[in-house]
Structure formats: structure tokens, C-alpha cells
Nanobody
Framework: QLQLVESGGGLVQPGGSLRLSCAAS????????IGWFRQAPGKEREGVSC????????NYADSVKGRFTISRDNAKNTVYLQMNSLKPEDTAVYYC????????????????WGQGTQVTVSS
């Protein structure tokens, strides 16, 4: 019943942009902090960004700071990750995840997960 679905991934050239979406079904998203994580082939899952329940607080990994922007529209039950100035090292499967109340850094703190969407940055 509780489900998150990512969309918006694809192939983009270095320096390009993508916007990922995370849509909730079966529950209302405004109770949860939402994080974005990514996992590249052969690497561990890493946190990318997180947004608080109300959207008044955000955080970013150093590797994406200044390039990525997380936002949410609780009326649409959707969270977004705007990715600009993309680099080949951004290539990964991107996941959104939800946990109650507030952001925490580790993926193990998140209770609900989407299926992931592939982002490939290549010329």
C-alpha cells in the first residue's frame, strides 16, 4: 500500500540537466522527510540530498552541493531533485526514500523506498 515511484532518469550529456520526481501512493508524503540516494555500479549507496517535512530545511552531499536542488510539493504528493551541471561521476541509479519526522544521513534510517531510476551522464 505504501509506495514511492521515481521517474525522470535517462541519458544526458555532461553539463546537462535532469529533473527526477518521486511520487508517493498509498500515503500522504507530508508526514515524512524525503531523501535521495544513489548507487553506482560497484559502489555503496550514498546519500545525495534530503528535505524536511515542510521543505524549510535541506541538505546535500558535498559532491552535489551547488549543482542539485531538492524540493517538494506536498499538494502533489511529490518530491523533486533538479540536477544541473551533470558530470559522468553522477551516473548511478537514483532512489528516493522516506522516513518519519526529519532527515538523517544514513540510508538505513529510511523506511520506504522507490524502485530507482537510472541516470547516465555520458558524451
Amino acid at each position: 500500500q505504501l509506495q514511492l515511484v521515481e521517474s525522470g532518469g535517462g541519458l544526458v550529456q555532461p553539463g546537462g540537466s535532469l529533473r527526477l520526481s518521486c511520487a508517493a501512493s498509498g500515503f500522504t508524503l507530508d508526514y515524512y522527510a524525503i531523501g535521495w540516494f544513489r548507487q553506482a555500479p560497484g559502489k555503496e549507496r550514498e546519500g545525495v540530498s534530503c528535505i524536511s517535512r515542510t521543505g524549510d530545511s535541506t541538505n546535500y552531499a558535498d559532491s552535489v552541493k551547488g549543482r542539485f536542488t531538492i524540493s517538494r510539493d506536498n499538494a502533489k504528493n511529490t518530491v523533486y531533485l533538479q540536477m544541473n551541471s551533470l558530470k559522468p561521476e553522477d551516473t548511478a541509479v537514483y532512489y528516493c526514500a522516506a522516513r518519519a519526522l526529519r532527515c538523517l544521513g544514513g540510508y538505513r534510517f529510511y523506511d520506504y523506498w522507490g524502485q530507482g531510476t537510472q541516470v547516465t551522464v555520458s558524451s
